[in-house]
């Protein structure tokens, strides 16, 4: 495969053009083309000055994606505690620096003491065990909606996703009015990146997740049941089928949680307080 201008990015580009060869595969025909795919770049990730994590992302909405990562962690529990985040490129990819308060630092130290490994699925090692089953703050908001929000969400998904039109090969997290009106969309080419961005996003423009639901164009793990809980959304809407973690810890929370959601119909994993009519 010739590869063109697959030199390692230094702009906050989200995808590059390949040359490329189709093949045939059910019957003969071979064309050459040029193909757009989505950029993929280390991204490390420093708080305070310390070296937290390095996650694969598409280098976009950096300053969105930094936010949410650190209200999703628990590193900040308001937007406010962010006093400011710098998104530098390097060598090989991005580096994104956050600066908190001193208080808040100590947590975000104490947390990179603890991490034993990190991957695109979450956090990894018997230390993190009793972390990941730790109770989830229960979810008090309450949204008015119906399935015909949910349909109308789906079907203006698309028109939120250049990247994912272009190259088809990237994640969408929205944010949905009770009616189904998309307000806000991020993409990136992983699922939890996607989110982090849009959490980032929705506190940067002062809009509160409670207000709404979030769509994603993903399979459902406990990861995305939990940003979206520690987000304070109470409804989680996914195109693919929902993990046994991510279910239960749905139904822990008091999450409405919407899985395989398709134009014609939807599976209701959870509905605790009967948010769709």
């Not at 070296?51 to 300053?63: F, Q, R």
């Not at 979206?228 to 046994?244: F, K």
Request: charged share 20%; net charge negative.
């Amino acid at each position: 495969m010739n590869q063109a201008n697959a030199k390692p990015d230094t702009s906050a580009q989200k995808m590059i053009d390949l040359a490329v060869r189709q093949i045939g595969l059910a019957a003969p025909g071979d064309a050459a083309l040029v193909r757009s795919v989505p950029i993929e770049a280390p991204v490390s990730i420093e708080v305070g000055g310390i070296g937290y994590a390095v996650m694969m992302a598409t280098p976009a909405d950096l300053e969105d994606y930094a936010l949410g990562f650190a209200l999703g962690e628990g590193l900040v529990e308001t937007p406010g505690q962010v006093r400011r985040i710098d998104a530098h490129p390097v060598e090989g990819g991005w580096a994104l620096r956050i600066w908190l308060p001193p208080e808040r630092n100590e947590i975000a130290l104490e947390r990179a003491r603890k991490r034993v490994s990190e991957s695109s699925c979450g956090l990894c090692g018997i230390e993190n065990i009793e972390q990941i089953l730790r109770p989830l703050p229960p979810l008090a908001a309450r949204i008015a909606t119906d399935r015909t929000a949910i349909a109308a969400a789906l079907a203006a998904l698309r028109d939120h996703q250049p990247l994912g039109r272009a190259t088809g090969a990237v994640h969408a997290a929205a944010f949905c009015s009770p009616a189904g009106e998309i307000l806000h969309a991020r993409e990136d080419v992983g699922r939890h990146n996607a989110l982090d961005k849009l959490i980032g996003a929705l506190a940067r423009a002062g809009i509160d997740p409670a207000s709404g639901f979030i769509l994603l164009s993903a399979r459902c793990s406990y990861e995305l049941v939990e940003k979206t809980v520690r987000a304070g959304c109470p409804m989680l809407v996914t195109i693919s089928a929902p993990t046994s973690l991510a279910a239960e810890r749905a139904a822990q929370a008091g999450l409405t949680l919407v899985t395989l959601a398709r134009a014609d119909s939807a599976l209701v994993v959870s509905d605790p307080n009967g948010l769709i009519a």
